[in-house]
């Protein structure tokens, strides 16, 4: 079994910073293309940031300059580090990646379960 467990969450004051990580533990052979969503109460579910297999990477137009996406492969891990960070931003961030179990097998998507990200002074 395969899962995507999320950390790092919390409260921040305006213009802070957090790390969020997202971990696969289980029978994972590669990830593929990885991404962070976010949903805030009353809003529908929106990508922030994804990391393609070859390193493609791309951001929704608020987080850009703010937030950065990064893969530690060896580890099955990737990062989304959040820099001055605002109101807005409060939300549950969660992790999504098309992971292989196994070489033979199609990437599957799997999601975690979210973390939640208050910025409140």
């Known amino acids: 079994q395969v899962q995507l467990v999320e950390s790092g969450g919390g409260l921040v004051q305006p213009g802070g910073s957090l790390r969020l990580s997202c971990a696969a533990s289980?029978?994972?052979?590669?990830?593929?293309?990885m991404g962070w969503y976010r949903q805030a109460p009353g809003n529908q579910r929106e990508r922030v940031a994804i990391?393609?297999?070859?390193?493609?990477?791309d951001y929704e137009d608020s987080v850009k300059d703010r937030f950065t996406i990064s893969r530690d492969n060896a580890k099955n891990t990737f990062y989304l580090e959040m820099n001055s960070l605002k109101p807005e931003d409060t939300a549950v961030y969660y992790c999504n990646a098309q992971i292989k179990k196994y070489s033979y097998w199609p990437a599957a998507p799997y999601w975690g379960r979210g973390t939640l990200v208050t910025v409140s002074s």
């Open positions: 289980g029978t994972v052979f590669s990830m593929e293309n």
């Open positions: 990391i393609t297999s070859v390193g493609i990477i």
